[in-house]
């Protein structure tokens, strides 16, 4: 069993910056992959990032990359989102979820990842 817990988030101004954590409980962080989704309400979640449970392999949704960056500190048990020139769109509940196995095929939807936290909610203003 895993537990996540998401903290960081908060009230900015378009173009600032947030770093996201979410930290772990269990013995076995090292090898999940990690994802990070987002949902506004009214609005279906979506994929933002997720890392291999290395590290070595990231990816992005179109509408993040470039801005956004995912990491990892297995040491720690903890995943990071940094979070970079935000926009007002940007604004959501942002959840820190996490997968028993990497598929690079299906890493990017919701069924593939096994535990979820109760996410931190990112408010742009504009």
């Known amino acids: 069993q895993v537990q996540l817990v998401e903290s960081g988030g908060g009230l900015v101004q378009a173009g600032g910056s947030l770093r996201l954590s979410c930290a772990t409980s269990g013995r076995t962080f090292s090898s999940y992959t990690m994802g990070w989704f987002r949902q506004t309400p009214g609005k279906e979640r979506e994929f933002v990032a997720a890392?291999?449970?290395?590290?070595?392999?990231?990816h992005y949704a179109d509408s993040v990359k470039g801005r956004f960056s995912i990491s990892r500190d297995n040491a720690k048990n903890t995943v990071y989102l940094q979070v970079n020139s935000l926009k007002p769109e940007d604004t959501a509940v942002y959840y820190c979820?996490?997968?028993?196995?990497?598929?690079?095929?299906?890493?990017?939807?919701?069924?593939?990842?096994?535990?979820w936290g109760q996410g931190t909610q990112v408010t742009v203003s504009s």
């Open positions: 979820a996490a997968a028993k196995t990497y598929s690079s095929h299906y890493y990017y939807t919701e069924r593939q990842y096994n535990y």
């Open positions: 890392i291999s449970w290395s590290g070595g392999t990231t």
